[in-house]
């Protein structure tokens, strides 16, 4: 063995036949559409491009909001209200 033959690296099996076509998988996605002379090059995320499509984050964090301003407000209703029923049994009974 000489010091060239030695590192010789095998020559690799081809990976598919010569004039093979290879297909894509049956389920795969859609690639992302792209209207005629636009390119996908761009720095915004494509959810901030479609605003029409939907709810703002403003409306969905304000309609939270008031969800749970109401929400305290109910629990605060009602434990006065437990409160006050609390103190007429009390002075009812003596």
Known sequence: MSA???FAVPS??????????????VNAPPGPRVAPGETRMTLMAP???????ETDWAVVIGIALV??????????????????LA???AVSRG
Do not use: N, Y
């Open 4 to 6: 060239p033959d030695a």
């Open 12 to 25: 690799l099996p081809a990976v598919s036949p010569p004039g093979a076509v290879v297909l894509p998988p």
């Open 47 to 53: 959810a901030g491009m479609e605003e029409a499509d």
């Open 67 to 84: 969800a749970e301003i109401g929400l305290l407000w109910g629990v605060a209703c009602v434990g006065l209200l437990r409160r006050r």
């Open 87 to 89: 103190l007429h049994r």
